[in-house]
T-cell receptor
């Protein structure tokens, strides 16, 4: 069954402590892997789209990478303002809209 | 500024009532979507529309209804048949339907009282 799975569910980091969030997918014929950031009580904010294995995209302290089975969101030297829930999503097989993982709730402590 | 506007931000519903959540976009996007988010859960698709006067059910359409009479508007009605409507509702849009980046509104909180 096609699906999108994120791990860990929650991650607590000290300021400056780099780490990675994982998004694994089982989709035949991937047509994009999407990353979003969501602050409490707000709508998700688009970060990146990756389309092919080996592709990488960066934005400030965030870098997203893609392999044939998973995507990573690397956070380098995080700051407290990076605290949020990070969501990944992909359109599954067939002609369907984005399906979202449950997210990783990131807390960065000063 | 271009964007997606959802209203109201907070809504309270009594048992047995229907309520309608508004979603308007001025991005000239063809496709629009409604997702539901429960605490600690991911987003689940309720309905989507790729073109005016046409829409499709998502994974959890039971107890909800939509209309798409205008390109810029996609209202969601939560009917009394939806037994557990308390949730955070998100409207989104994209240039075209599948495989394109979708952009979200700020969300609407619905609480049953």
């Amino acid at each position: 069954e096609d699906q999108v799975t994120q791990s860990p569910e929650a991650l607590r980091l000290q300021e400056g402590e780099s780490s990675s969030l994982n998004c694994s997918y089982t989709v035949s014929g991937l047509r994009g892997l999407f990353w979003y950031r969501q602050d409490p009580g707000k709508g998700p904010e688009f970060l990146f789209t990756l389309y092919s294995a080996g592709e990488e995209k960066e934005k400030e302290r965030l870098k997203a990478t893609l392999t044939k089975k998973e995507s990573f969101l690397h956070i380098t030297a995080p700051k407290p303002e990076d605290s949020a829930t990070y969501l990944c999503a992909a359109p599954l097989s067939g002609n369907t809209p984005l399906v979202f993982g449950k997210g990783t709730r990131l807390s960065v402590i000063a | 500024d271009g964007g997606i506007t959802q209203s109201p931000k907070y809504l309270f519903r009594k048992e047995g009532q229907n309520v309608t959540l508004s979603c308007e976009q001025n991005l000239n996007h063809d496709a629009m979507y409604w997702y539901r988010q429960d605490p600690g859960q991911g987003l689940r698709l309720i309905y989507y529309s790729q073109i005016v006067n046409d829409f499709q059910k998502g994974d959890i359409a039971e107890g909800y209804s939509v209309s798409r009479e205008k390109k810029e508007s996609f209202p969601l009605t939560v009917t009394s048949a939806q037994k557990n409507p308390t949730a955070f509702y998100l409207c989104a849009s994209s240039v075209t339907g599948i495989g394109n980046t979708i952009y979200f509104g700020e969300g609407s909180w619905l609480t049953v009282v």
